[in-house]
């Protein structure tokens, strides 16, 4: 153990000298600001040493058991007193036994007789030096504890991204021993190749000191058994006292099993999504068998009519769900499959036969929000069956539909070149259920409704992206 200048205790100096005159008058030279610890022979100096917490040795040369050089030397080859300043004390005077207790390892060599401010500055610069020193030594110790207990990974890389230092951690990550990567090129050896380049290039504008930060960002390692863990990085600049950039510091914690687990999070409620809405088409399939099983209870035309409309509407909300189940977004809607299933089912259910009535789509491939789908299916299941009941009285004809987006407007359109809803119909304004539902719909979603009577009847909806 080195001793140590505590703090609030006055620093402790032992006085070695085989004649208490010399021992008294160093107490009196020294104290009250000093602690003195009187020793007057070699042995019982270094007994002490052993013992205690010394922080100067003050030492005089010839003493009977063994001289002052001796003791000198015992100090300076014990770790635990090494040290210690040593400040010789000698009657002898020439440069040959300045030179000799220099070599033993002393810092100071003093002659008798001693001059009292001599004596005490050069205490108080050692100790100065001494304290330094073991401040320096505990803030080594600190931050080696701290790289060895961290558990984030630690790295120093230098400008030429030669990887300065690793911590226990680091290794423990990458899966090596310390030796096997100090001094090698970090981005060659740790950085996976399909990600070296912009690293590399990341790395370098950073530690030339242009940019800010380069922080918080996930990247991943590449371990010698060929394995990659994703690694947060918090990274520093280090800099000499001259302000020179010297290396980055950075901190990393690895995500893998985190990332692994979120995403194994987000695939399970992704099918447990696509579980909700197969269910919903089921039920609402059932839902439409119950409508088609009541209808068959009666015989008059127009409620079966009303039945079959009922199960109509029921059936292309059935087919929303059907879409989102198959694809992989849950919000979105690929809106020409949806326009297209819901047309091939009202096509099927609707009784055409001996009827030629052609159909022609123009429907971007955007995707839409579901609820926007439903009301959309919803409103061109009114209308597609309208076109099929009332335009054609010939049974012949032309039925499109359109739908594109512009800017954050869409427009959807859907036409036929029939004998045209009569005058004095007008949208919402009907007591029948179907042009008000169409009403309601375009209202819910924001959006406007425009008849156009020119040729035949063509209705046009608006609507904003929002
Ligand atoms: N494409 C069309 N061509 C000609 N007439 C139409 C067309 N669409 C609607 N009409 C006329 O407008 C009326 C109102 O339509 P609406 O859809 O509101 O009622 P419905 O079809 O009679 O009943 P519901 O839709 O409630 O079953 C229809 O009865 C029909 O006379
Ligand atoms: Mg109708």
């Not at 100067?56 to 007193?81: A, I, Q, R, S």
């Not at 004809?397 to 959807?412: D, L, P, R, V, Y």
């Not at 409704?449 to 046009?460: A, D, F, Q």
Request: proline fraction near 3%; charge should be negative.
């Amino acid at each position: 153990m080195g001793s140590k200048v505590q703090e609030n205790a006055l620093p402790r100096i032992l006085v070695v000298d085989d004649d208490q005159k010399n021992v008294e008058l160093m107490e009196a030279y020294l104290s009250p600001d000093y602690e003195m610890i009187p020793a007057y022979r070699g042995k019982e100096a270094l007994e002490i040493l052993e013992k205690e917490e010394i922080d100067l040795v003050l030492l005089d040369v010839m003493m009977p058991d063994m001289k002052g050089y001796e003791v000198c030397v015992k100090l300076k080859e014990n770790e635990n007193t090494q040290f210690i300043p040593i400040i010789i004390v000698s009657a002898l005077s020439r440069r040959k036994d300045r030179i000799q207790g220099l070599e033993a390892g002393a810092d100071e060599f003093l002659t008798k007789p001693i001059d009292q401010i001599e004596l005490k500055t050069r205490v108080k610069s050692l100790l100065r030096l001494k304290e330094l020193y073991d401040k320096n030594i505990a803030e080594k110790d600190l931050a080696k504890k701290y790289l060895e207990t961290a558990d984030v990974m630690l790295t120093v890389i230098d400008p030429d991204h030669k990887l300065k230092l690793i911590n226990k951690k680091g290794c423990k990550i990458i899966g090596c021993e310390e030796v096997d990567f100090i001094g090698t090129d970090f981005f060659k050896t740790l950085i996976p190749e399909r990600f070296r380049e912009k690293e590399i290039s990341d790395f370098d504008t950073f530690i030339s000191g242009k940019v800010d930060g380069l922080d918080n960002f996930e990247s991943p390692l590449l371990r010698p058994d060929g394995e990659e863990r994703i690694i947060n990085w918090h990274n520093t600049l280090l800099k000499d006292k001259d302000g020179k950039i010297t290396g980055m510091l950075s901190s990393g914690e690895d995500i893998t099993e985190k990332k692994r687990a979120e995403e194994a999070l987000a695939k399970a409620e992704e099918t447990h999504e696509k579980e909700i809405h197969h269910r919903i088409k089921n039920n609402l399939q059932i839902i439409a068998s119950l409508l088609d099983l009541e209808a068959s209870n009666f015989t008059d035309p127009r409620v079966i009519d009303a039945f079959e409309e009922s199960r109509n509407r029921v059936h292309s909300i059935s087919i929303a769900h059907e879409e989102l189940y198959r694809s992989r977004d849950m919000t979105n809607v690929a809106f020409r499959d949806y326009v297209n299933d819901v047309t091939n089912y009202l096509y099927q259910m609707n009784d055409l036969q001996g009827k030629d009535i052609e159909l022609s789509m123009d429907v971007e491939d955007i995707l839409l929000n579901v609820d926007k789908a439903i009301h959309l299916g919803l409103i061109l299941n009114e209308l597609i069956v309208n076109s099929f009941k009332y335009a054609f009285p010939e049974g012949k004809g032309n039925i499109s539909i359109a739908f594109h987006k512009k800017e954050e407007q869409f427009t959807f359109i859907v036409a036929d070149d029939g004998i045209g809803i009569p005058k004095g119909i007008e949208i919402g304004k009907t007591n029948t259920l179907g042009m008000q539902l169409v009403n309601e719909l375009v209202d819910q979603i924001g959006g406007n409704v425009h008849l156009n009577r020119s040729n035949g009847t063509e209705i046009t909806i608006t609507f904003k992206d929002r």
